[in-house]
T-cell receptor
Framework: DAKTTQPPSMDCAEGRAANLPCNHSTISGNEYVYWYRQIHSQGPQYIIHGLKNNETNEMASLIITEDRKSSTLILPHATLRDTAVYYCIVSSLNDYKLSFGAGTTVTVRA | GAGVSQSPSNKVTEKGKDVELRCDPISGHTALYWYRQSLGQGLEFLIYFQGNSAPDKSGLPSDRFSAERTGGSVSTLTIQRTQQEDSAVYLC?????????????FGPGTRLTVL
């Protein structure tokens, strides 16, 4: 997604929190921030989304800056099974054609 | 509950043959999407079904590709006269009305190899 910028890769120690940044400086007022991940040889998996408030679910937390130009996905206690490519996208609710950029390859190490 | 299922998981075919790929969406999900993902590439949107509305076929790469969704549930993606460049993972997703289009639940995909 050309609207977002993510680091190409990051390592994380098992059991520690993983903080994945995403820049989306051109986000529009009606666009949400969505996070997906794709574990090797599997289909993408929806994680979480938000508009401007911070969000938390059973998988992760999403922290969005007040100006909405960047966000951070937090995996609170990373496990080896969290090793995947993580994608940050911005999209309005009516956009149904998902488009992923290169994402961040997260490797969780024991 | 059951997620999106796709069959077959792998399909190897010869150039020029027709193939059919099946998708069973999550029960109650009215929207269904087909994408493909080539090796090391991002998602490529193919087609979108929403209830009884006319599908958005704008992503189909050629007239060799077609898809249908019967009874608002199961969908079949058909590729006629397959070419080597059709080799990819074909992904199906579905979403619920309340969740919005971007909370899409994906199946495991069908890996298509055209020899």
């Amino acid at each position: 997604d050309a609207k977002t910028t993510q680091p190409p890769s990051m390592d994380c120690a098992e059991g520690r929190a993983a903080n994945l940044p995403c820049n989306h400086s051109t986000i529009s007022g009606n666009e949400y921030v969505y996070w997906y991940r794709q574990i090797h040889s599997q289909g993408p998996q929806y994680i979480i989304h938000g508009l401007k408030n911070n969000e938390t679910n059973e998988m992760a937390s999403l922290i969005i800056t007040e100006d909405r130009k960047s966000s951070t996905l937090i995996l609170p206690h990373a496990t080896l099974r969290d090793t995947a490519v993580y994608y940050c996208i911005v999209s309005s609710l009516n956009d149904y054609k998902l488009s992923f950029g290169a994402g961040t390859t997260v490797t969780v190490r024991a | 509950g059951a997620g999106v299922s796709q069959s077959p998981s792998n399909k190897v075919t010869e150039k020029g043959k027709d193939v059919e790929l099946r998708c069973d969406p999550i029960s109650g999900h009215t929207a269904l999407y087909w994408y493909r993902q080539s090796l090391g590439q991002g998602l490529e949107f193919l087609i979108y079904f929403q209830g009884n509305s006319a599908p958005d076929k704008s992503g189909l790469p050629s007239d060799r590709f077609s898809a249908e969704r019967t009874g608002g549930s199961v969908s079949t993606l058909t590729i006629q006269r397959t070419q080597q460049e059709d080799s990819a993972v074909y992904l199906c997703a579905s979403s619920a009305p309340a969740g919005g289009h971007n909370e899409q639940f994906f199946g495991p995909g069908t890996r298509l190899t055209v020899l």
